[in-house]
């Protein structure tokens, strides 16, 4: 029996794994027991990362539709050669800016460089990522505040913070593995702040039920009582940060006698909370989609980060403005996907950078790409438009999983080429596709992964390949041959090789890992960024920002804030609840396609799409627990739910999740103006008794 210690490649932990395998075959799993992130733990779905393409097993090679309808497979040099065709007709009739790619945070660093490579610089096509859905509030928040894309923390600093304040997460189900972290944390507060009574609040000693999307107002009231209370670090302030007295007089307009009408929080527990915060010596900071996925999130994770930065809650243990990525190398893609930044970070538009990166790769710099992609929502808007005219989407689901999602089903309508590369040909996106591209699933890969906290670890293939089976990598490498990149794909040959050429194009930014060989990574506690050639490890966990210097010209952290809008999409009296989204169990994970291999996933889960609605609201509409009920949205939709009564969510507050595709047919086409990410938790929404 042979060990082979691998990555999760589900969520944004990238907890390690060890497969014990003989005969090509898992025959034990066990977490891997001295791997930092997740110390001999791992979720259900961790366990069970060997079930992927066991029950649904497309065929190994792709498959082309004809006209009429019906299908072939036929082997992949046909089909390569067949769809590179018809893309470059499409790309030459129309134009390049009528292709597009939409990839994603679960596949490997070297596979997204590739398939950007070959997509972005080569064919000059715009390229985005179900990222953009997740966590591009973040990635714009960190880099206006710090100058660069940089999380502050270590995943130890759940265990070093006597106050952890989590703010729309809900890490019980969505990070098993760090609430297990928090948990034995024991000398800590938890305090969760989210409209609803999630499984993680559940366990809160402070619970802050807020109304939706108050947040920015929110921090904007604790940032004043703050402030006003003398309860800051003036210290910190002075030396590493600034633009704080612009931002003080700016939050003098958030009194807290206004609060309980703006954030349906009492001041009374604004001002508990406020307390809280200053009696902390460690306050963390942790949030996730229901901050992100607003339409003000990007500035609601700069209220976040500005508290953290008044109160010194920063480059200490236990601290930090700390958002936690979706995906388990959501942080290679931001980083190394070539779309809204170049390779390493760096504008497409600086010169000397744009010099640097074609130097490494050893290319004219008029191959690189000019500018950032335009964003996902663009992409699906011009698809609508006929504008853009091909699509390949690549690891991830849109049909089910992109807000307002019959926009997507109308868009697969017009596309004269939809690629689809995924591990089955059943998903919502795939079964209808032009043409299928199958790969297999992370256990039969290898390459790289950055996690959450910025850890760079080492996917193994942990079983062979079977006949005809390729890896994305692989196909992204045939269709940049297809497609004609020649000698341009020279250095580009192995992930190992990718993987160099990446590493390369890091020297001397924040995210420098020079000092990481390939080999290194194999079997180890992996690495976190940066760590330049001459570094000496002496820690398994490090945090930034120790030495007070920031990313920006002036080294200094930013204090960035703004008036807060009005709701673009407030309920009216005809859709007069608000909708929230998100996760719901451990074990099922987002559009459901893989994780309906685990078994008891399956029998802990309805197969039904559901939704939580209060007691109250229930007894008024004469709504019982399992009752059918139409959800009607203010974006013309209707879908059917079971209705699951409950005091986990306020009157006039439901909440439902996106594992089934009910919901995001609901969902409307609001987004951050700086992320342009997609406003996932707040529709305004209409409910009818069906029968009633
Ligand atoms: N089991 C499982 N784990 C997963 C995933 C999965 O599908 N299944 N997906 C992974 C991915 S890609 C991601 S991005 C993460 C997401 O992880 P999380 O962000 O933790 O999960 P969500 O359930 O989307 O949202 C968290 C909370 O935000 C709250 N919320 C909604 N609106 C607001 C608001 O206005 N203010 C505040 N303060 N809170 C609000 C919701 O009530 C919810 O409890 O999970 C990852 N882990
Ligand atoms: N209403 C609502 N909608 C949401 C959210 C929400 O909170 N509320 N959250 C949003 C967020 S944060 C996210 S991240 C998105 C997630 O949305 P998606 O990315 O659409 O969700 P997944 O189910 O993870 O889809 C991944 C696909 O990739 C396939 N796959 C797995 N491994 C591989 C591989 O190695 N290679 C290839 N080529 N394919 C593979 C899987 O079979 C699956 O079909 O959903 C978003 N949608
Ligand atoms: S906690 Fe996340 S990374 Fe760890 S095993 Fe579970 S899904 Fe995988
Ligand atoms: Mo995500």
Same mark, same amino acid.
């Given at each position: 029996m042979k060990k082979i210690q691998s990555l999760c490649n589900?969520? =944004?932990?990238?907890c390690n794994i060890d497969f014990f395998v003989e005969d090509n075959r898992v025959i034990k799993v066990i977490p891997t027991e001295n791997y930092p992130v997740n110390k001999g733990f791992s979720c259900i779905k961790g366990l069970n990362l060997d079930k992927q393409t066991q029950v649904y097993k497309p065929n190994p090679l792709p498959r082309i539709s004809r006209q009429d309808g019906t299908f072939e497979h036929m082997s992949w040099d046909q089909a390569i050669e067949k769809t590179a065709k018809k893309l470059k007709e499409i790309s030459t009739k129309y134009g390049s800016e009528s292709i597009a790619a939409i990839s994603t945070g679960q596949m490997m660093l070297e596979e997204f460089a590739l398939l950007c490579h070959v997509m972005r610089n080569y064919m000059k096509a715009n390229v985005d990522g179900n990222t953009r859905l997740c966590m591009s509030s973040a990635v714009y928040a960190y880099k206006e505040s710090f100058g660069f894309d940089a999380p502050p923390y270590t995943l130890n600093d759940l265990e070093l913070s006597d106050t952890v304040i989590i703010i729309g997460g809900n890490p019980l189900v969505a990070q098993p593995v760090a609430w297990g972290r928090i948990r034995s944390n024991k000398n800590k507060k938890l305090i969760v702040i989210d409209p609803r009574v999630s499984e993680t609040a559940i366990h809160a000693d402070y619970h802050y039920p807020l109304k939706p999307k108050s947040d920015l107002k929110l921090f904007y009231i604790l940032a004043n009582l703050l402030i006003e209370n003398g309860w800051i670090d003036s210290n910190y302030i002075e030396n590493y940060t600034e633009n704080f007295s612009e931002f003080k007089e700016f939050v003098k307009d958030y009194p807290l006698d206004h609060a309980e009408a703006e954030t349906g929080l009492t001041s009374e527990q604004i001002l508990q909370l406020a307390t809280l915060i200053h009696e902390g010596k460690n306050v963390s900071f942790w949030w996730a989609m229901g901050i992100n996925q607003g339409y003000e999130g990007t500035r609601t994770a700069q209220a976040i980060i500005n508290i953290s930065l008044m109160t010194g809650n920063i480059g200490r243990p236990g601290t930090g403005p700390n958002a936690i990525t979706g995906q388990s190398n959501a942080m290679g893609s931001r980083m190394f996907s070539n779309t809204t930044s170049l390779y390493g970070g =760096? *504008?497409?538009? *600086?010169p000397a950078r744009r010099q640097a990166i074609a130097g490494i790769l050893g290319i004219d710099e008029s191959w690189l790409a000019t500018k950032p992609t335009l964003p996902y929502n663009q992409i699906i808007e011009k698809i609508n438009a006929g504008e853009i005219k091909a699509l390949w989407v690549v690891c991830t689901n849109p049909r089910h999983s992109?807000?307002?999602n019959e926009t997507f089903k109308a868009a697969m309508g017009k596309l004269e080429l939809f690629i689809v590369q995924d591990l089955y040909d059943n998903t919502d996106s795939s079964e209808n596709c032009d043409t299928f591209f199958p790969v297999v699933p992370g256990i039969k890969k290898e390459g790289t992964g950055i996690n959450t906290e910025r850890r760079l670890s080492a996917f193994r293939p942990v079983l062979k390949r079977e006949e005809n089976e390729l890896s994305d990598f692989d196909v992204f490498l045939k269709m940049g041959e297809a497609l004609g990149m020649g000698s341009l794909l020279d250095k580009w040959r192995t992930p190992r090789a990718v993987f160099d050429l990446m590493k390369k194009c890091t020297e001397g930014m924040p995210s420098d890992f020079t000092g990481i060989e390939y080999d290194d990574l194999i079997n180890s506690k992996g690495i976190q960024w940066p760590f330049a050639k001459g570094d000496v490890l002496k820690e398994d966990e490090r945090r930034l920002y120790e030495d007070g210097h920031y990313y920006t010209a002036s080294k200094k952290a930013q204090f960035i804030f703004e008036k807060p809008l009005e709701n673009p999409l407030p309920t009216t009296k005809e859709y007069p609840y608000i909708l929230n989204t998100g996760r719901e169990t451990a074990g099922q994970w987002q559009t459901q396609t893989r994780t309906r291999e685990i078994k008891q996933v399956g029998a802990a889960t309805s197969a039904e799409a559901y939704i939580y609605i209060n007691e109250k609201l229930a007894e008024e509409l004469l709504i019982n627990h399992n009752d059918p009920v139409e959800i009607h949205s203010i974006n013309g939709v209707c879908s059917i739910f079971e209705a699951r009564v409950t005091n986990r969510v306020k009157y006039g507050e439901l909440y439902t999740s996106f594992n089934y595709i009910e919901t995001n047919a609901l969902t409307p086409s609001v987004y951050d103006r700086h992320s342009s990410q997609p406003s996932y938790k707040m529709t305004p929404i209409q409910i009818k008794k069906i029968g009633g």
């Open positions: 589900y969520c =944004g932990l990238a =760096g *504008d497409h538009e *600086d992109w807000v307002n």
